[in-house]
């Protein structure tokens, strides 16, 4: 079955770095599109970032664009984002989740159990 | 990017009610509409997708409905395990957007 497992988190200090990653299986990781998608604590869902099947292309969030980098390595059924400059607002629980079809871009079907990052000094 | 208007943001209903639920987007988005359930620290579950088709394995009593701006979420007799925040999401366009979720309670 799929299983999703993200990694990572932790408490950095504002201005820090942090990289996340997400370890797949139990479908052809290289043939479907990831999502990030994060939750503030007492908050909403915010999508964050996506990256399609072979990398080709990566979308994301105003509020991550130039901070944040979406990769992937198929060959290691593994996804990551790459956290630069935080804020105290990038607190929140990531998740990964695994894209409906197949080579598109739709939105996740199953999801990771989330990471905690904390940004605070 | 697209607002969506989630209503009401939270709810209390007794077992066997019929729970309504609705969520409004700022422009069309055809039935590009999903409902998700999250239970308290856990992760979101796909419920219905494509504003009216039921998941794999979830329960007849979720149903959705809609299509362009105005959709539904419906659970026709609520369950104690359906004690949870449910989110409509939008996925015709990136970023994808996510409705205020609405906080679901036993009386």
């Known amino acids: 079955q799929v299983q999703l497992v993200e990694s990572g988190g932790g408490v950095v200090q504002p201005g820090g770095s942090l990289r996340l990653s997400c370890a797949a299986s139990g479908f052809t990781f290289s043939s479907y599109g990831m999502h990030w998608v994060r939750q503030a604590p007492g908050k909403g869902l915010e999508w964050v970032a996506f990256?399609?099947?072979?990398?080709?292309?990566?979308y994301y969030a105003d509020s991550v664009k130039g901070r944040f980098t979406i990769s992937r390595d198929n060959s290691k059924n593994t996804l990551y984002l790459q956290m630069n400059s935080l804020r105290a607002e990038d607190t929140a629980v990531y998740y990964c989740?695994?894209?409906?079809?197949?080579?598109?871009?739709?939105?996740?079907?199953?999801w990771g159990q989330g990471t905690l990052v904390t940004v605070s000094s | 990017d697209i607002q969506m208007t989630q209503s009401p943001s939270s709810l209390s209903a007794s077992v066997g009610d019929r729970v309504t639920i609705t969520c409004q987007a700022s422009?069309?988005?055809?039935?590009?509409l999903n409902w998700y359930q999250q239970k308290p620290g856990k992760a979101p579950k796909l419920l219905i997708y494509?504003?009216?088709n039921l998941e794999t394995g979830v329960p007849s009593r979720f149903s959705g409905s809609g299509s362009g701006t105005d959709f539904t979420f419906t659970i026709s007799s609520l369950q104690p395990e359906d004690i949870a925040t449910y989110y409509c999401?939008?996925?015709?366009?990136?970023?994808?957007?996510f409705g205020q979720g609405t906080k679901l309670e036993i009386k």
């Open positions: 989740a695994k894209d409906r079809v197949p080579v598109a871009a739709t939105y996740g079907d199953y």
């Open positions: 422009q069309d988005i055809s039935n590009y």
């Open positions: 494509d504003a009216s």
């Open positions: 999401q939008q996925y015709d366009n990136l970023p994808q957007t």
């Open positions: 990256i399609r099947y072979d990398g080709s292309n990566k």
